[in-house]
């Protein structure tokens, strides 16, 4: 005898929709499902952590590709079709704790003006991840307790949302991290950052 897990799923949707045939309620399943998500895109983004999350196979995510309405951009992360791909928003999707830092702030800031080639990133001590085999990341390391001390969301011009440090605490940690940081780019940042804080706002390095 044949016992199927999704059974009492059926039972459940055909009690929602009215329907008995069970080849036009498989139809109306994908297409829930499918839709669903569609609807799962945050900043024009899917990664396969959130649909497996949300109880949707991962066959959906291949048909979707197939029909033409995301693409896979990166492992595990998918973007609509009519979406420009950010590598900001790919190498953040990748880890929770991923945080922008150090140069790669300096530039969403203004403070440098060397688009990033490597993007420095920090995320908690222990992590082990994919961004550590990334050839264009450097990353950076801080106590589990103090990681999120600083970071901000910021909005990219694209109107991406990304996490990134604040301008103190950026500060902060080029100055902690001067030995890794290209001089040209640290003495720009820290003459601008003191005309800065003279005209705009006081400075406390905790």
Known sequence: M??????????????????????????????????????????????????VNNGIPRIYLTKLVKNGVIERVSRGIYVKKDVLVDEFVILQS??????????????????????????????????KGSLQKEDNVNLFYAKKELLDLGAINYKLDSGNVIRVY??????????????????????????????YNIIISPFVCG
């Open 94 to 127: 990748k880890s929770k704790y991923a945080i922008y830092s150090n140069t790669t702030a300096l530039y969403l800031y203004g403070f440098s003006n060397r688009i990033p080639i490597k993007y420095d990133i920090t995320v908690k001590n222990g992590y």
């Open 166 to 195: 604040d301008l103190d605490k950026t500060i902060c940690d080029i100055i902690k991290n001067k030995k890794k940081i290209d001089a040209e780019i640290f003495n720009k940042a820290i003459k601008g950052f003191f005309v």
């Open 2 to 51: 044949c016992k199927c897990t999704f059974g009492k799923e059926n039972m459940t949707l055909e009690n929602k929709l009215n329907i008995t045939d069970s080849t036009e309620l498989a139809r109306m399943e994908e297409k829930i499902s499918k839709k669903k998500a569609v609807e799962l895109f945050e900043n024009g983004y899917l990664t396969t952590k959130s649909i």
